[in-house]
């Protein structure tokens, strides 16, 4: 091993290849970002220690870091990126990693000297190993399509590591890192700096064995001089590590974490135009606060609006009748002491998926209600609508099929949740947004569907939550009428894009909902409380 690296060392020259990471990042014998924005130049100003000038001028700019000029004479050991999707983040984490290794120092002047075997690590760690690789794969295809950049390479790269020339001669080695073994990896060696690719769906030292912050604990004390912590990525989740570090740090003078908020038209205005943004926010608006504005997501955002909800409502009748022709599906969430027994029929007509009706059985105080019973008037219910399949969840299964079958049902159990939960029920939402969905007229439904949050999971996607009301409702219809809407999403969402509102506009709407709303207080609508009250008291989570 000895004699391999003292071989890399004599033939290799102490020369710098790049005199500024803007250099490295923007040049075409770089990492060719040749066409930067100003806040992307901006990073690469605090980068380099240089001044930003006529930059700090840039409205994107002075918005990235909370209205707070940040010093550029300061050397930043942490920085966090917090930017929307497609804006060059993997190009920047990967010119850093390449520029740690230039930068690193192992010095007896810098207090350090390493011994011929001793080999600096540039670790690139990310959730996931195939996330971390497309850093990496930037790493090697820019460098080895770089003259200037490919003389830097001492060795035939590794599928997962790269040995770099630092300007000394040493080598320094570029290493992508399992996340499951961050913490050992980590405290292996000297450490040129680390890149933490999707840093924000990293979590914290209380959620697990795989986390951010048992990472930065295990490299702080193994950094050589000029090392950083570089942490990029979307923002997710508001909670765990980066989060904490946008709260404590982001427009904070004295700021110990250089943090900059970048949204997605700030960093790449030349693929995020106005109509593209508009376009997005149309099509998913809570995912467009992460990726396009770089925003932490609500911590429990109401996933069905309530306008959005009323506008799907018709206004009669309650039930459809039966058409001859149509199919039909049925889907029940059954219960028979503490929640409704509710069944819901869809069918698909004139381009949309239409909710025929809902029916709901109570349990009286003391008499659970009996699933005999209940299944004998649901089967008079599907002797009128003839419904291809009845759909339940896996509550009683087994005896809830006997039933069926003895009745003529045709029966089927559906267990779905995580990722397929959330697929659907995101779903519906957008064919609503679409006008693809008509809602039957039952206030039931009305406050089943705007109960029903979303919450950025931990390690990315979406959770579907289920609260309990106040008045004891467990969201009873939202349920089956997703399982049931779910046989018709096989229809492709057109795109709906929206006008967007000025301030103003923003202002008087809500001006006028909240006048609205007193005035129908006033009046001793009693609804009106329910509608802006769900709870009460801090709501009970399924």
């Known amino acids: ?11 290799a020259h102490a020369t710098s290849a790049f005199g500024s990471f803007r250099e490295l990042l923007c040049s075409t014998d770089g990492f060719r970002l040749t066409t930067p924005s100003p806040l992307q130049l901006a990073i690469c100003a605090i980068i380099d220690g240089a ?23 300061r050397r930043w050991e942490e920085i966090l990126i917090l930017s929307g999707i497609r804006t060059g983040k993997s190009l920047i984490a990967g010119a850093a990693a390449v520029w740690a290794t230039q930068k690193c120092g192992f010095t007896p002047a810098q207090g350090l000297t390493l011994g011929p075997g001793e080999v600096p690590r540039v670790s690139v760690l990310s959730v996931k190993r ?28 590794t599928s997962d590591g790269l040995l ?23 405290v292996a060696r000297w450490s040129a700096g680390v890149v933490f690719d999707e840093a924000p769906r990293m979590q914290g030292e209380e959620d697990g064995v795989v986390n951010l912050d048992d990472a930065r604990k295990a490299v702080r004390f193994r950094l050589l001089s000029e090392a950083r912590l570089w942490y990029i990525g979307s923002p997710w989740a508001p909670s765990g ?55 932490f997501a609500s911590p429990n955002a109401t996933l069905f609006q309530p306008e959005l909800v009323q506008r799907c409502v018709r206004q009669e009748p309650p039930q459809l009748p039966y058409e001859e022709g149509q199919t039909y599906v049925a889907a029940m969430d059954p219960a028979t002491r503490a929640n409704a ?34 299944m004998r008037q649901i089967a008079d219910i599907c002797a009128i609508y003839k419904p291809t399949v009845l759909k339940s969840d896996q509550w009683s299964a087994d005896s809830l099929a006997d039933i069926a079958q003895d009745l003529g049902i045709p029966f089927l159990q559906e267990d779905f949740h995580g990722t397929e939960l959330a697929r659907r029920y995101l779903g519906l939402a957008r064919r609503m947004e679409a006008g693809m969905v008509e809602l039957c007229p039952d206030p039931r439904v009305f406050r089943d569907l705007v109960a029903v ?17 106040r008045d004891g409702r467990h ?48 009046s001793g609508d009693t609804e009106a409380a329910d509608e802006f009250d769900l709870w009460g008291a801090e709501p009970e989570w399924d």
Not at 354 to 366: D, R, S
Not at 453 to 469: D, E, H, N, S
Not at 476 to 497: I, N, T
Request: glycine fraction near 6%.
């Open 1 to 11: 091993m000895t004699t391999h690296y003292a071989n890399l060392i004599r033939q």
């Open 51 to 73: 001044p930003l000038g006529d930059l700090w001028d840039d409205p994107s700019v002075r918005s990235a870091f909370g209205g707070v000029k940040p010093m550029t004479r």
């Open 130 to 157: 195939d996330l971390a690789d497309v850093v990496f794969n930037h790493i090697i295809g820019n460098m080895q399509a770089s003259p200037v950049l490919s003389s830097l390479i001492l060795e035939e790269p």
């Open 164 to 186: 770099v020339k630092h300007p000394n001669g040493r080598p320094v080695e570029i290493k992508v890192v399992a996340g499951s073994r961050a913490g050992s990896s980590l």
């Open 241 to 295: 590590p980066t989060y904490d570090m946008r709260e404590e740090n982001w427009g904070k003078p004295g700021a110990k974490v250089l943090v900059v908020k970048a949204p997605a038209p700030a960093m790449n205005p030349v693929y995020w135009t106005a109509s593209r943004v508009a376009e997005r926010r149309a099509e998913d608006p809570e995912l467009s606060r992460t990726e396009i504005d770089a925003e």
């Open 341 to 374: 027994w509710v069944l819901t029929l869809v069918t698909r007509a004139e381009g949309k998926i239409k909710q025929v009706g809902m029916w709901e059985w109570n349990p009286e105080p003391g008499q659970p209600l009996s699933p005999v019973e209940v």
């Open 453 to 469: 949050r979303r919450k950025a999971a931990p390690g990315g996607g979406v959770k579907i939550l289920l609260p309990i009301t």
């Open 475 to 522: 969201t009873d219809s939202a349920p089956p009428l997703v399982m049931a809407a779910a046989e018709y999403m096989d229809d492709p969402v057109p795109l709906v894009v929206a006008a967007e509102k000025t301030e103003a506009d923003q202002l008087e709407e809500q001006e006028d909902a909240e006048a609205d709303w007193i005035a129908r207080l006033a």
